[in-house]
């Protein structure tokens, strides 16, 4: 296996808004890992398909870091599978109903029953993006 690079990390934040001028005070290095992996053995990436959650910042080809461990609760973004099928939604609690809830209207929300066999493989907690 080869030794990971060691990449500057720099200790100030860039604005997102006007320019502002900066030290450039390197802080260190990042291990992506330590940022966004708490439990290694139940963690596990996998890459988004389709735009049923783009207004949850999770886009077509982006790579998400799911964690099994994690309880998945009200409004955890989850990996479920419905009758087989896996897909990646905003769990809710409705009038005591579970659904699977998309972050783009032209979807529909899915409501899960006992007759659906769903089972929920983790939650998401960090998404990966190429922007270029």
């Known amino acids: 296996m080869a030794d990971t690079p ?6 100030e934040s860039v604005p997102a808004g006007f320019p502002t001028p900066t030290a450039g005070e390197i802080n260190g290095t990042l291990d992506l890992n330590q940022l966004c992996v708490r ?24 790579i998400l ?8 609760t009200h409004d955890s973004i989850v990996i479920a599978a419905i009758s087989g099928e896996f897909t990646v939604k905003k769990l809710e609690q ?6 699977l809830v998309p972050a783009n209207p032209d979807y529909q929300p899915i409501e ?11 939650v ?3 998404v ?3 922007l270029q």
Do not use: C, K
């Open 6 to 11: 060691q990449i500057p990390f720099f200790a």
């Open 39 to 62: 439990h290694p053995a139940a963690t596990y990436y996998v890459r988004a398909r389709g735009n049923s959650m783009t207004g949850a910042g999770i886009d077509d080809g982006d």
């Open 65 to 72: 870091v799911v964690d099994r461990s994690l309880d998945h």
């Open 94 to 99: 409705r009038n005591g109903s579970h659904w």
């Open 112 to 122: 899960i029953t006992p007759e659906q066999m769903a089972d929920i493989f983790g």
């Open 124 to 126: 998401v907690t960090f």
């Open 128 to 130: 990966i993006r190429q």
